[in-house]
């Protein structure tokens, strides 16, 4: 094993995954350069290991005491303007960077576009695995371009937006072909000629209510925050990892037939003819808002919200979950899917 590589034993990450579950991390190793993932891969006792790469551990739910894994904690930090197009600016930020405080740093340089994803928890370096979104707007929408180190053959290379295979909530990395890339930065082409998204009406009510009819970038990004610290507990004060279901997307006759019993039904159709359901709406519907099993609750302000009462284990998190899940499929016939990586 190389003398220099950062590996430790046993290590907590209560403080390293926002529903603050207690687990131990039976190795451990903060990547603070990519030397630390050639390292692993070329070391023989770490790389037939099963991997989990850790960022801000918002996307995580841990289920059991000890992870197994060899657990990978992105540390990588430094963000920069590396270039412009004819309409657009490149800004990199590597994976390490906490996605918030990026997407203030992009406003302060001037630079619109990622607004709308303001105080969204976690790292830059998840951002695109996850293709995060919010109020109409998508990862997707301002990439450009990432770099990956593949621990199939020792590789670093660059992947751009076709290669990540972005669809909701969802990228490559989530499946098994990108099982060994491991996010190094993220290049995003931020708009010379911003305008602002204002598809969502809660959004462009509370935007108005301030008399902003012709909004800036940080008028935009205020109003989102505002909304989301409304909405949703801190995850420094209630352990939670924000929405934890995806909105769930169903052929339209299936719509129309939930709409012929629930004509209240939330959902926006999508430009391929199916139909997005609002899983706050369903889960509320079955009267889950509120709720608790155990130490594990749901989030009286939010039903899309799963929360950490204090002391729970990620097992009574998943009971939780799997609760509502057969609940919500026993009444509208649709299966959940939960965001978080389960581990």
């Known amino acids: 094993m190389p003398a220099d590589l950062p590996l430790s034993h046993d290590v907590p990450l209560d403080t390293f995954n926002t529903f603050r579950i207690p687990a131990r991390a039976r190795r451990y190793v903060r990547v603070t350069e990519p030397g630390h993932l050639a390292a692993v891969a070329t070391d023989p006792a770490l790389a037939p290991l099963p991997r989990l790469v850790l960022g801000g551990g918002s996307n995580l739910l841990i289920a059991h005491d000890d992870v197994e894994a060899l657990v990978l904690h992105m540390a990588l930090a430094g963000k920069e303007i590396v270039g412009t197009t004819d309409d657009a600016v490149l800004v990199r930020a590597r994976a390490g960077e906490n996605w918030h405080a990026f997407v203030e740093w992009t406003l302060a340089q001037g630079l619109g576009g ?57 990228s490559v990395f989530k499946h098994a072909e990108g099982a060994s890339l491991v996010v190094l930065d993220v290049t995003f082409a931020l708009p010379r000629a911003w305008t602002p998204n204002l598809r969502y009406a809660e959004l462009a009510q509370a935007l108005a209510a301030q008399g902003s009819a012709t909004p800036t970038p940080r008028q935009v990004a205020d109003a989102v925050i505002a909304i989301r610290r409304r909405k949703l507990p801190d995850p420094a004060e ?70 950490n009462n204090g002391g729970a284990t990620g097992a009574e998190i998943l009971a939780l979950a799997r609760a509502i899940q057969d609940d919500v499929e026993a009444r509208f016939g649709v299966r959940l899917e939960p965001e978080p990586v389960l581990v």
């Open 114 to 170: 990622l607004e709308s994803m303001a105080l969204i928890p976690g790292t830059v370096g998840a951002s695109p695995i996850q293709n995060i979104g919010a109020y109409g707007a998508e990862v997707k929408d301002r990439f450009h371009s990432l770099t990956v180190f593949d621990f199939a053959d020792g590789t670093t290379r660059t992947m751009d937006a076709g290669a990540c295979r972005f669809g909701y909530r969802d």
């Open 238 to 307: 209630i352990g939670n990892a924000g929405s934890f279901f995806k909105n769930p997307v169903v052929p339209r006759e299936q719509c129309v037939r939930l709409l012929e019993t629930w004509p209240d039904l939330v959902h926006h159709a999508q430009p391929d003819g199916s139909e997005k359901l609002a899983a706050g709406w369903l889960i509320d519907r079955c009267g889950w808002k509120g709720r608790h099993l155990g130490r594990a609750g749901v989030y009286p302000k939010q039903a899309l919200v799963l929360v």
